[in-house]
């Protein structure tokens, strides 16, 4: 097996982030396997807490959620790196709590979104198995966000106000108080 690539990342403004990514239908494909391997790799080595194919270049239904605490998110619950292949959220709570968000292909933003605080996501395991499981709090979060960019749609898309987007710094700034 290859050594994982870190691979680039795609920034707001190119057209395959405004996409919707195609389901993978050669999941057993070596080349998926390695796209999976890679895009962990490139994940952690950018302190994300999940990652979805098309940030990288590549227009499929693959996302990485691997909350853990690092710099960008000192507060996020530690979990095993999980991908969800042609994920499907079949429910979400009408509850919903509002978090700061930022995103790899936004680098220097953040800015408070609403989201459901409890859903339940249907996906396939990277090897082959159908998972449909819940997810509440942080964790739902991310994978919101992640499937949005699968359907083309980034964080600042979300925002309800856009004078609460700040820079990296300012929301640094804001959260060492």
């Given amino acids: 097996m290859p050594e994982p690539n870190i691979l680039r990342i795609a920034q707001q403004g190119e057209p395959?982030?405004?996409?919707?990514?195609?389901?993978?239908?050669?999941?057993h494909d070596a080349t998926i396997q390695n796209l999976i391997d890679d895009m962990q790799a490139t994940l952690l080595a950018a302190n994300g807490v999940?990652?979805?194919?098309?940030?990288?270049?590549?227009s499929l239904r693959i996302i990485i959620i691997a909350s853990r605490p690092n710099p960008r998110y000192p507060d996020a619950p530690l979990m095993e790196p999980l991908a969800m292949i042609n994920p499907e959220i079949c429910w979400q709570s009408p509850d919903t709590c509002t978090g700061w968000e930022g995103c790899l292909s936004v680098p220097d933003a953040r800015a408070p979104v609403s989201r459901s605080n409890?859903?339940?996501?249907?996906?396939?395991?990277?090897k082959g198995e159908i998972i449909e499981t819940e997810y509440v709090g942080f964790v739902a979060r991310i994978i919101q966000h992640e499937c949005d960019q699968?359907?083309?749609?980034?964080?600042?898309?979300?925002?309800t106000d856009a004078t609460e987007i700040l820079s990296e710094a300012m929301f640094q700034k804001i959260m060492i108080k």
């Fill in 16 to 27: 395959i982030l405004a996409q919707r990514a195609a389901n993978v239908t050669n999941l």
């Fill in 50 to 58: 999940g990652i979805a194919a098309p940030q990288v270049f590549i």
């Fill in 118 to 126: 409890h859903l339940r996501v249907r996906y396939l395991t990277r």
């Fill in 150 to 159: 699968l359907d083309g749609v980034l964080f600042p898309e979300r925002v």
